[in-house]
């Protein structure tokens, strides 16, 4: 059963408190996404991997890290410099990375990140 | 740097022709325009892709004018189960390389 998977789906964290959120794939996807959702507002790219051992800063990359040593997984890491960290983090994937054009993502079901 | 943009929200009834606009000004020459839906506390979901005039699939339709500055997501005969939060992606260059921008997405109320 192919798919796109994060957990937890739920995570709380208290303040200062560096977190690491899991993404696994198993379609085969060379490329994996990280986006921000704030209540009622649009997603925002955080980090982008187009190829194992090589990712690239999205749009609001300050607080966040990630890493891509394999090809199936591309977590990602909440710093305590993030300072507004409480959001649905969403992370998605797609077959290949070609530059600029809209390759279909598969997106995973979220998790949903409360600082305390 | 020219933004996707979608209306904020729209509502509709049931067994009507919903149309959602997205305008994309900046779009990149070999971009292609991508829909998808997103129920609350869900991932978006993959409803549609085009590159220019219309495509047509099972459950929407997309229209692309020949300059390809927006797109126009066709829901026919919406039911309730449509309420959902409507996105258009398509990749917009900036100065470090074509990026993927999401569009702030539009929220659909289908009412009975």
């Known amino acids: 059963d192919g798919g796109i998977t994060q957990s937890p789906k739920y995570l709380f964290r208290k303040e200062g408190q560096n977190v690491t959120l899991s993404c696994e794939q198993n379609?085969?996807?060379?490329?994996m996404y990280w986006y921000r959702q704030d209540p009622g507002q649009g997603l925002r790219l955080i980090y982008y991997s187009q190829i194992v051992n090589d990712f690239q800063k999205g749009d609001i990359a300050e607080g966040y890290s990630v890493s891509r040593e394999k090809k199936e997984s591309f977590p990602l890491t909440v710093t305590s410099a993030q300072k507004n960290p409480t959001a649905f983090y969403l992370c998605a994937s797609s077959i290949v990375w070609t530059s600029g054009s809209s390759d279909t993502q598969y997106f995973g079901p979220g998790t949903r990140l409360t600082v305390l | 740097l020219a933004k996707t943009t979608q209306p904020i929200s729209m509502d509709s009834y049931e067994g009507q022709e919903v149309n959602i606009t997205c305008s994309h000004n900046?779009?990149?020459?070999?971009?292609?325009i991508t829909w998808y839906q997103q129920f609350p506390s869900q991932g978006p979901r993959f409803i549609i892709q085009?590159?220019?005039t219309k495509v047509t699939n099972e459950v929407a339709s997309l229209f692309i004018p020949a300059d390809r500055k927006s797109s126009t997501l066709s829901l026919p005969r919406v039911s309730l189960s449509d309420t959902a939060v409507y996105y258009c992606?398509?990749?917009?260059?900036?100065?470090?390389?074509?990026?993927?921008?999401f569009g702030g997405g539009t929220r659909l109320m289908v009412k009975p």
């Open positions: 900046n779009i990149a020459t070999n971009d292609y």
């Open positions: 992606l398509v990749g917009e260059p900036d100065n470090a390389g074509n990026m993927l921008t």
């Open positions: 379609l085969n996807h060379d490329a």
């Open positions: 085009g590159y220019k």
